[in-house]
T-cell receptor, first 111, second 112 residues
Framework: GDSVTQMEGPVTLSEEAFLTINCTYT??????LFWYVQYPGEGLQLLLK?????DKGSNKGFEATYRKETTSFHLEKGSVQVSDSAVYFC??????????FGQGTRLTINP | NAGVTQTPKFRVLKTGQSMTLLCAQD?????MYWYRQDPGMGLRLIHY???????AKGEVPDGYNVSRLKKQNFLLGLESAAPSQTSVYFC???????????FGDGTRLSIL
């Protein structure tokens, strides 16, 4: 079945550093791809999405590009802030299928 | 704009007790979901519903029951709680099955 693999965490960076969280997927067709963020004590929130190859999703300074040739949807941000500390989940869906989540990557930003 | 509301937020039970978690959404979504989140295991789908009066099993349904008597509510029941059910439970809803889901803030449940 379809699956999502994220880089293992935790990831710890200093403020203003460049962030990359890797996400690769396995799917038979053309899935839609998502990044969700979970702040401490809260539920998941949709951060960005891309629905077809070469689409770039962006929000709050975060970006991710749907790369079909490498089956990847890596999350990037040029300059992270302490407030970006959270758990990030990559996910996919296609057709009538429910969301499939990756395991999550915990990000901590130190001032 | 409430979105998805879960009650209670915290609960401690003894082994063998029963309880019901309530999820309510005000977005007129057809689809609703119950997940559990455990350390290092991400989110696992327990049960879901594709509309009022319907329920379906997810990845880890054993030990749980659900009901969707009204479109806006999705109840998760534990008939006889076990320590293995200690977890954080999230409810979510979506307009369509393959659309982004909206999550509640979770219920932290401890079974002693």
């Amino acid at each position: 079945g379809d699956s999502v693999t994220q880089m293992e965490g935790p990831v710890t960076l200093s403020e203003e550093a460049f962030l990359t969280i890797n996400c690769t997927y396995t799917a038979t067709g053309y899935p839609s791809l998502f990044w969700y963020v979970q702040y401490p004590g809260e539920g998941l929130q949709l951060l960005l999405k891309a629905t077809k190859a070469d689409d770039k999703g962006s929000n709050k300074g975060f970006e991710a590009t749907y790369r079909k040739e490498t089956t990847s949807f890596h999350l990037e941000k040029g300059s992270v802030q302490v407030s970006d500390s959270a758990v990030y989940f990559c996910a996919l869906t296609q057709g009538a299928q429910k969301l499939v989540f990756g395991q999550g990557t915990r990000l901590t930003i130190n001032p | 704009n409430a979105g998805v509301t879960q009650t209670p937020k915290f609960r401690v039970l003894k082994t063998g007790q029963s309880m019901t978690l309530l999820c309510a959404q005000d977005m007129n979504h057809e689809y609703m979901y119950w997940y559990r989140q455990d350390p290092g295991m991400g989110l696992r789908l327990i049960h879901y519903s594709v509309g009022e009066g319907t329920t379906a099993k997810g990845e880890v349904p054993d030990g749980y029951n659900v009901s969707r008597l009204k479109k806006q509510n999705f109840l998760l029941g534990l008939e006889s709680a076990a320590p293995s059910q200690t977890s954080v439970y999230f409810c979510a809803s979506s307009y369509l099955l393959n659309q982004p889901q909206h999550f509640g803030d979770g219920t932290r449940l401890s079974i002693l």
